[in-house]
Structures are given as C-alpha cells and as structure tokens.
C-alpha cells in the first residue's frame, strides 16, 4: 500500500503536481494537512486498490483552481468550514454530484440541497477554560463573553479567521447587526491581549496565567493531549459548551466537493461514497477527534468524555450567507488592532 502525498507551492499559476488521467488513481486539493487525512486515504487504498494524491493547500484553492480551469489535475477539494466550503462552489469550480449512498449516509443538514458540496464531519466551536481561575458554571452563552465580567481575560485568535468569522455569523444570524456589532466590542473590550496565534495557542496562553478562557475548536483538545509538549496545557483547562440564548452550540463542518474538471471522476465518486460510510466516518471522528455525521455513528470516547451538547439549529447554507456582513462588522470594530 502506498500513499502519495504531495506538498506543493499555494500560487495559483504553480505547475500542476498532481497526476492526471492515469487509471487507479484520485488526486485531492486539501486545506487539511496530509496527516490528517492519511488514516482516510490509506483505508481507501486499501479498500479499492486507487492510490491517493494530495495536494495541501494553506491558501488560495480558489485562485488554482480558476487558473488551472479545465486543465486542472484535482479530482476532489477538502476544506474546512461552510463559508470555505461555499466560496469554491460559488467559483464554479464544482461540479454537482448525484449518489444514493451520500445521501443515505450525510443528514440534509449537512449537505448543499444541489449536492456540490457534502459534509463529512461536524466541530463545535466552544470555550476552554482554566480549571484552576473559571467555575464552569460561569460560562453559559456566546452572548455572555461580552459581560464585563470578563475584562482582560479572554484570549483569541484573529477575528477574521474563518472559525470566528463563522462563529460571529452565527451570532448575526440569531441577533441582528447592531447586536452582533455591540457583541464583538464586548468581546474585543474583554481580550487579555491583542488576537493572534491558533485556537492551540489560546490554550497555552490559559495555562500559562495570560487569559482565563479562550475561543477555539474541539478537535484541537484532542490533538494536544495526544502531544507531548502540549499536553499540560490541555490538562488545564475545562471544555465548556456555550449557546445562543435562542439557540445551541455553534457547529461548523469540514467537507468535500468534486471538481468541475475532475479527470478521474469515477475514482472520485467512489472516494466521497466511501468517506460517507460508517467505517470512513468512524476513522476520521477518530483519527481527528471530531464528530462524524452519519447515522449511527459515535465520536471517539475521548471526544465523548468532554460532555454533551445541543447543536445549534441554524441552517449551515444560511449561515454561509452572513460571512460577508460578518467580517464587515469585525473589520468595523477593528477587533484585531
């Protein structure tokens, strides 16, 4: 079994990497780091006998795609978050995708209604929290971390980053604008420091006496007690579940789409039908300590120990809809100066 993996330059001009038309094989555009998906990619393998390349991307999938047209060698894109997720389908670089067994196994919830784009897995966007400084109790509602209760404790990572960008969406989504406006003053009036690192360098940030509690995604609780060095910090923290006051937690999705170019299509199709399965599902709740989508399914039992949750129930299209207003009002608020 072999697993091609390709770490390629983000330019959207850069020469293709990737192989094109050669039976046996699916080439893949990624946002999500290779080692991410090799449990997945290596299951398949394994599975069908098509060999898997990936390409990871840090930015600008969007531009490669349009520059490659249909020369481009990508038969899949992976991505992270709805709005990510729209911004390719909205390109026209997709293609729409017809198939019993993805819509057996991903929730309508989950999936574009036209069928470009397909959710694997779900991340709730929470709160960590010391252990030794926050009483979970405190922490009840989004709405809540503008109390000025909070004045110089709260650490995050930029306001513009996808993850809060859709968190604040979802706010917008649920309160208006001139809520969501006075919300992230709140929120930037209570920050501890200026935004800056990921959502695992908030948790450092906690563990070293700078913040109380942080914004950040699931799955990185996860990671970092499987990691030597970040270990302590995540053993001292709490993983809290706020909501909206009108609503649950705030979930986003990770995803996959087909291109529009998609030069091995039928090897394609196989690997989004395969990644829907309870067995591909269950690798990847796993391998990335995220919630898997479909039915009949179960989190991996260190997810599972940090408690339960209702999601909430806003539509994830609807939501993509609110990143432009979103991000104006970040900006407005000038929440990262």
Request: with cysteine; glycine share 6%.
């Given at each position: 079994m072999?697993?091609a993996v390709?770490?390629?330059?983000?330019a959207?001009v850069?020469?293709p990497?990737?192989?094109?038309?050669?039976?046996?094989?699916?080439?893949?555009?990624?946002?999500r780091?290779p080692?991410?998906l090799a449990?997945?990619?290596?299951?398949?393998?394994?599975?069908?006998?098509i060999?898997?390349n990936?390409a990871y991307l840090?930015?600008g999938?969007?531009?490669r795609?349009q520059a490659?047209?249909d020369?481009?060698?990508a038969d899949?894109?992976f991505?992270?978050d709805?709005?990510?997720?729209?911004?390719?389908?909205?390109?026209g670089v997709?293609?729409?995708?017809?198939?019993?067994?993805?819509?057996?196994?991903?929730p309508?919830t989950?999936?574009?209604p036209?069928?470009h784009w397909w959710?694997?897995?779900?991340?709730a966007?929470i709160?960590?929290?010391?252990?030794?400084?926050?009483?979970?109790?405190e922490?009840?509602s989004?709405?809540?971390l503008?109390?000025?209760?909070?004045e110089?404790?709260?650490c995050?990572?930029?306001?513009?980053?996808p993850?809060?960008v859709?968190l604040?969406s979802?706010?917008l989504?649920h309160?208006?604008?001139?809520?969501?406006?006075?919300?992230?003053e709140g929120?930037?009036?209570?920050?501890a420091r200026?935004?800056?690192?990921n959502d695992r360098a908030q948790?450092k940030?906690?563990?070293?006496g700078?913040c109380d509690?942080?914004l950040g995604n699931?799955y990185y609780?996860?990671q970092?007690?499987?990691?030597d060095?970040?270990?302590?910090?995540?053993?001292s923290?709490?993983v809290l579940f706020?909501?909206?006051?009108?609503?649950?937690?705030?979930?986003?999705?990770?995803?996959v789409?087909m291109?529009?170019?998609a030069?091995?299509?039928e090897n394609?199709?196989k690997?989004?039908?395969?990644?829907?399965?309870?067995?591909?599902?269950e690798?990847?709740?796993?391998?990335?300590y995220e919630?898997?989508?479909?039915p009949g399914?179960?989190a991996?039992?260190?997810?599972e120990s940090?408690g339960?949750?209702?999601?909430?129930?806003l539509n994830l299209m609807?939501?993509?809809?609110y990143?432009g207003?979103?991000?104006?009002?970040?900006e407005?608020?000038d929440?990262?100066g």
């Amino acid at each position: 079994m072999r697993l091609a993996v390709s770490a390629i330059a983000l330019a959207a001009v850069a020469a293709p990497a990737l192989a094109q038309d050669q039976s046996g094989e699916v080439n893949l555009y990624s946002y999500r780091q290779p080692e991410l998906l090799a449990p997945l990619t290596e299951a398949f393998t394994e599975a069908t006998g098509i060999e898997v390349n990936v390409a990871y991307l840090e930015d600008g999938m969007v531009e490669r795609l349009q520059a490659e047209g249909d020369r481009s060698p990508a038969d899949l894109v992976f991505t992270v978050d709805i709005s990510r997720l729209s911004a390719v389908v909205d390109a026209g670089v997709t293609q729409a995708v017809e198939s019993d067994v993805l819509s057996q196994n991903i929730p309508s919830t989950y999936h574009d209604p036209d069928g470009h784009w397909w959710g694997l897995t779900t991340r709730a966007r929470i709160v960590y929290a010391s252990k030794d400084r926050v009483d979970p109790s405190e922490v009840t509602s989004y709405e809540d971390l503008a109390d000025p209760k909070w004045e110089g404790r709260i650490c995050t990572r930029s306001g513009t980053h996808p993850y809060n960008v859709a968190l604040a969406s979802a706010f917008l989504a649920h309160h208006g604008a001139e809520e969501t406006k006075t919300w992230l003053e709140g929120l930037k009036s209570n920050l501890a420091r200026k935004p800056q690192g990921n959502d695992r360098a908030q948790v450092k940030a906690i563990w070293a006496g700078e913040c109380d509690i942080s914004l950040g995604n699931t799955y990185y609780m996860g990671q970092m007690l499987n990691d030597d060095e970040q270990k302590e910090w995540a053993e001292s923290v709490n993983v809290l579940f706020p909501e909206f006051e009108d609503g649950g937690t705030h979930v986003n999705i990770s995803g996959v789409a087909m291109t529009k170019s998609a030069p091995n299509r039928e090897n394609a199709l196989k690997m989004m039908e395969f990644l829907s399965s309870p067995e591909a599902q269950e690798i990847y709740a796993h391998a990335n300590y995220e919630y898997p989508v479909a039915p009949g399914t179960e989190a991996d039992e260190l997810v599972e120990s940090w408690g339960s949750f209702e999601a909430d129930e806003l539509n994830l299209m609807e939501l993509a809809g609110y990143r432009g207003e979103a991000l104006r009002l970040i900006e407005e608020v000038d929440f990262d100066g």
